[in-house]
C-alpha cells in the first residue's frame, strides 16, 4: 500500500551536485522520520543521513558540509542535496522511511528502490 519512490541520480563529473528525491505514495499519514543510504557492490550498505520529524538531522563524517537532507512534509518527499561529489560517492542510494499509515497510525519501514549514483570524469 505504500511505496518509496527514488529519482535523481545519474552520472556527474568530480565537483558537480545532484539531488535525489523520495517519494511515499499510497496510504501515507505521516512521515516520522527518513534517511539515505548507499551501497556498492560488496560492501554494506552505510548510513549517509538521516533527518527526524523536528528537522534533526544526522550525516555521516565522509559527507558532512557536502550534503544536505531535508523534507517537504506536506508531500511526503525527502531529498538528499549532493555538493562537491567525489569519485568515493559512487554508489547506489536508497531512501528508508518509517511511514505512519491511516487510522491505525502504526509505523512501518519502508525502503525505496534504489538509484545509482555515479561520480566519474
Known amino acids: 500500500q505504500v511505496q518509496l519512490v527514488e529519482s535523481g541520480g545519474g552520472l556527474v563529473q568530480p565537483g558537480g551536485s545532484l539531488r535525489l528525491s523520495c517519494s511515499a505514495v499510497g496510504s501515507v499519514f505521516s512521515i516520522p522520520d527518513m534517511g539515505w543510504y548507499r551501497q556498492t557492490p560488496g560492501k554494506e550498505r552505510e548510513l549517509v543521513a538521516t533527518i527526524t520529524s523536528s528537522g534533526t538531522t544526522n550525516y555521516a563524517d565522509s559527507v558532512k558540509g557536502r550534503f544536505t537532507i531535508s523534507t517537504d512534509n506536506a508531500k511526503n518527499t525527502g531529498f538528499l542535496q549532493m555538493n562537491s561529489l567525489k569519485p568515493d560517492d559512487t554508489a547506489v542510494y536508497y531512501c528508508?522511511?518509517?511511514?505512519?499509515?491511516?487510522?491505525?497510525?502504526?509505523?512501518?519501514?519502508?525502503w525505496g528502490q534504489g538509484t545509482q549514483v555515479t561520480v566519474s570524469s
Open positions: 528508508n522511511a518509517n511511514v505512519r499509515v491511516p487510522y491505525t497510525m502504526r509505523t512501518y519501514p519502508y
